[in-house]
């Protein structure tokens, strides 16, 4: 497993407030898409990808964009995502972000969340079970 930094001193718990889900005031929201991703969205929903989908050159190795209808995720439905189960790993991740840095990886938080500062505090352990679902994405396999 690469090494990683994560934030420290960090809590969290999902409030189901569907802020991630859609554009705010002070963000616009990018669901990007691995191309696996997109293929078994595709196939649960029976939806052709481009009902769901754009393309899009970067950055990689994100291959599409999640369309939005209102200003909102097009899988939000009655307050809450149909597709949970299967959602992208942008969506899982959220309100935590992770990049490639100085050959390791660094996880960030937004702020913007309401359910960050409460809830369990994180540690390692979290982070590294997120970084899980990463390894192939970010990190090459051996």
Do not use: W
């Not at 005031?25 to 969205?41: C, G, N, T």
């Not at 029976?46 to 209102?70: C, D, H, I, Q, T």
């Not at 540690?123 to 051996?142: H, I, P, Q, T, W």
């Amino acid at each position: 497993m690469p090494e990683f930094k994560y934030p420290k001193n960090t809590k969290f718990e999902c409030l189901r407030c569907t802020k991630c889900c859609g554009d705010t005031p002070q963000k616009k929201r990018r669901v990007l898409l691995l191309s696996k991703e997109a293929k078994k969205i595709e196939k649960i929903t029976g939806m052709r990808l481009s009902g769901f989908a754009e393309p899009v050159s970067s950055p990689k190795p994100f291959k599409y964009v999640m369309k939005k209808k209102n200003r909102q995720c097009v899988f939000l439905k009655n307050g809450a995502c149909s597709i949970y189960r299967h959602r992208p790993l942008i969506c899982k991740f959220y309100p935590f972000s992770v990049e490639k840095h100085n050959g390791g990886l660094v996880f960030k938080v937004t702020e913007e969340c309401p359910g960050v500062g409460i809830g369990a505090q994180l540690g390692e352990e979290d982070f590294r079970e997120m970084l899980a679902d990463v390894n192939g994405v970010f990190v090459k396999r051996s």
